[in-house]
């Protein structure tokens, strides 16, 4: 009969262990992914004329901006203006169409310094800008 107990007791320490254990698992983990954590960008940095070939940015400080295409024989003074807004890696330019529409283009930064901004849109074309 003392073994019976003796088993008994030794499972419920057992299972004791193992349940503790199991506890202690489920609150060391985090509740988020570090996979998930985006860079955040200095917006102040952004700010400027920027260059990548033919293709111009200028970022304004009131968050108004407009781009050209030299190529394309469309100077600054005729550029397509658009406002900007810089979430954590996201860049959204809502660019503002003569007849009052509007049409948002979203891009990832993925290198923004004094003097470089790269960016990627949703089909994984990056552009590379130097500043001016």
């Known amino acids: 009969m003392a073994t019976k107990k003796t088993n008994n007791t030794h499972m419920k320490r057992i299972a004791l262990i193992f349940s503790s254990i199991a506890l202690l698992v489920l609150f060391s983990t985090s509740c988020s992914d570090d996979d998930d954590v985006q860079p955040s960008f200095d917006q102040s940095l952004i700010i400027g004329k920027w260059k ?79 500043k001016q």
Not at 52 to 75: I, M, N, P, Q
Not at 82 to 88: G, N, V, Y
């Open 52 to 130: 990548s070939g033919t293709l111009f940015e200028r970022y304004d400080a009131d968050k108004s901006g407009a781009t050209w295409d030299t190529k394309d024989d469309v100077e600054e003074s005729e550029a397509q203006e658009f406002t900007w807004t810089i979430e954590k890696d996201q860049l959204e330019q809502i660019h503002i169409i003569v007849n009052g529409g509007l049409v948002p283009k979203t891009y990832t930064i993925t290198d923004l310094t004094a003097s470089t901004l790269e960016y990627e849109d949703a089909y994984g074309n990056t552009k590379s800008f130097s």
